[in-house]
């Protein structure tokens, strides 16, 4: 990733893995000598109303106990949401085997995701594409869909406090910005995802506007997982500018 990082002319990149700090060290060696700079930072998985609430930690200790605790704990918990969701599937007559979920995620991987189980289905021919695995079988309320059941979206902000990062909600659901925004402010979120590939004009207008007026830093990424996708790093990225303040409220 680091290479690649380097290769797109990215200067900064964050490490936000799913409920783990375990890759931050060694993108930080990696990136020794390079004019690159690696933030320490995690996406923790949290469930609203089984829908799925990511929040974003900037900045955080790695070592921190709290952070690794929870990691442990998240890669129990996401074994079983994983063999849960190969289940469901089955039921529904979509033969997946848990095993090659394992084999998709590789060797180094520390915990197992939506991703890994969308790359067997494509292999199996199920679906001839990994957006079409989420938007038929695994994405949010469909058929296979697990919620990950590790925390609400409070106690991810309460957790990214505690391991002394800087909360940001991930892609937060326009649909859910209004009823759950005070309530995580007040639990001490700082910022919003705001520029991402995903997002349209009126996206990033809207959630700009809700930045200004509530003075949350605005942060932006490619949410990039792996190279299979075809989208080499350095395709999206957000400039100095657009986050400012992120960087400056973790002392950059």
């Given at each position: 990733m680091v290479a690649g990082a380097a290769a797109g002319g990215l200067d900064v990149i964050a490490i936000a893995d799913h409920d783990t700090t375990a890759a931050v060290a060694s993108a930080q060696a990696a990136a020794s000598g390079r004019s690159l700079q690696v933030i320490p930072a995690l996406e923790v998985s949290s469930?609203?109303?089984?829908?799925?609430?990511?929040?974003?930690?900037?900045?955080?200790?790695?070592?921190?106990?709290?952070?690794?605790?929870?990691?442990?704990?998240?890669?129990?918990?996401?074994?079983?949401?994983?063999?849960?969701?190969?289940?469901?599937?089955?039921?529904?007559?979509?033969?997946?085997?848990?095993?090659?979920?394992?084999?998709?995620?590789?060797?180094?991987?520390?915990?197992?995701g939506r991703p890994h189980l969308a790359k067997v289905l494509v292999a199996a021919g199920h679906v001839s594409s990994i957006p079409e695995a989420f938007s038929r079988y695994i994405g949010d309320q469909h058929p296979a869909f697990v919620p990950t059941r590790l925390l609400d979206p409070f106690e991810a902000v309460s957790l990214i406090l505690e391991g002394g990062g800087l909360p940001v909600w991930a892609h937060p659901p326009g649909d859910l910005v209004d009823a759950l925004l005070p309530g995580l402010v007040r639990a001490g979120l700082r910022g919003l995802e705001v520029y991402r590939p995903s997002h349209s004009r009126t996206d990033v207008v809207r959630l700009e506007g809700i930045c200004r007026s509530t003075g949350l830093v605005m942060s932006g990424g490619s949410d990039w997982h792996t190279p299979d996708a075809g989208v080499p790093l350095g395709s999206f990225h957000v400039t100095g500018d657009e986050v400012e303040k992120l960087l400056a409220a973790g002392g950059m």
């Open positions: 469930t609203w109303q089984r829908r799925e609430i990511h929040v974003l930690g900037y900045f955080v200790d790695p070592g921190a106990p709290a952070l690794v605790a929870h990691g442990q704990r998240a890669l129990t918990v996401r074994q079983e949401r994983m063999r849960e969701m190969v289940a469901r599937l089955s039921d529904a007559g979509i033969h997946v085997a848990y095993e090659d979920v394992e084999a998709a995620a590789g060797p180094d991987r520390v915990n197992l």
